[in-house]
């Protein structure tokens, strides 16, 4: 139980860095600030920091999770709209989950080569930035886009799914705070289980 605990710990802390460089990433696209060997630089920077615990103001400041309980009270959703944006919220998450377990040529994927990251405590932080870098250049099996071009792709479309369900002025409540779309808790983590499941082998 307390691996278990401990892990989960590790996969949360890991997945606000994720996040945190996700929200990076399409920050400088969109402002023209940095491409190729720029942005690499940039992020090999940033992963570094974050894996040092090291933390900044700003675009590269933590980012932190919010159960979609806390969500619902600020935007006085119903219990119906609540449900449905669980809903979409999780089905978002299987997406991509399923995106990031795509099996490689030798059946491995990119949670693996996180969960043998971490089973490496002397260096675990080079070869988590390993796997970090991996998203952003790394392309998806059988696809020619990257892992987070597609990550970014399914959080405008999860937001677009809040757009159905939000009335106008809950939807412009919802874009004022800022939210990371998959940062919302809802209980569902199938990233923790896979990792504590492979570790545990």
């Known amino acids: 139980a307390a691996v278990d605990a401990a892990v989960a710990a590790q996969t949360t802390a890991l997945e ?5 460089l996700e929200k990076s990433t399409a920050a400088l696209a969109a402002g023209g600030a940095a491409d190729g060997d720029a942005l690499d630089a940039v992020v090999a920077k940033k992963v570094e920091e974050k894996m040092g615990g090291k933390k900044k103001d700003g675009i590269f400041g ?16 119903t219990e119906p709209q609540e449900d449905q944006m669980a809903a979409a919220i999780d089905a978002s998450q299987k997406k991509v989950f399923d995106l990031i377990t795509t099996p490689r040529n030798d059946g491995t994927n990119l949670l693996d080569d996180l969960a043998e990251a971490l089973k490496d405590p002397e260096h675990a932080q080079e ?3 390993a796997v970090f870098l991996q998203l952003f250049t790394a392309k998806i099996p059988g696809s020619d886009e990257t892992y987070l071009a597609k990550i970014m792709t399914e959080k405008v479309a999860l937001n677009e799914e809040f757009r159905k369900v939000l009335t106008p002025e809950q939807m412009k409540k919802y874009e004022r ?25």
């Open 16 to 20: 606000e860095r994720l996040a945190s």
């Open 62 to 77: 933590d980012e932190k999770k919010r159960p979609l309980t806390e969500i619902s009270k600020d935007l006085e959703l």
């Open 127 to 129: 070869k988590a930035q």
């Open 177 to 201: 705070l800022g939210q990371d779309p998959h940062e919302i808790q809802t209980g569902y983590d199938p990233y923790g289980e896979y990792l504590v499941e492979r570790m545990g082998k």
